[in-house]
């Protein structure tokens, strides 16, 4: 059976017990439960490894010059350009110096290929003309009709046997 206190929301009592964050009161309730569950004991016992793990642990001195070479560094990023702070996480390393030529040759093919074609001029026309013309070809084709109209009437009285019945 699984112990209640190790689960999820109960973690944090187990994890404030063996940072010794944990009232005496409460720790004292904890530790009569640890001597009856073995797996809340393992999981102590675990933390108490960890934390004196930690305690023997010394941190490296940090240099002398560490201060002076992270302010630096900070001054030297606020100086760079949005470009460059946009673009630099994403290029290789050895691609960064060519970046830009090859940008601006995308820019100047895309110019190319997509710029509008000059428009063709239409010669000069008057609107008068031009409705002129349009009721010109009106006629004409009307005509065309009403010869076509003649010659059907034409070829039906020439061959009466064709006529449907």
Known sequence: MECPIQSRENADLLLAYCARKLEPRTAAILERHMESCPDCRAFGD??????AALDRWDAQPVSPVFDRRLYQRLEAEEHRGWWDRAVRPWLPRAWRPAFPLAAASVLVAAVLLFRSP?????PETNQAEAVDMDLERVERTLDDLEMLRQLNLM????APSLQPM
């Open 118 to 122: 000059a428009p063709v001029g239409f």
């Open 46 to 51: 675990e933390q108490r490894s960890v934390w």
């Open 155 to 158: 070829a039906r009285v020439e």
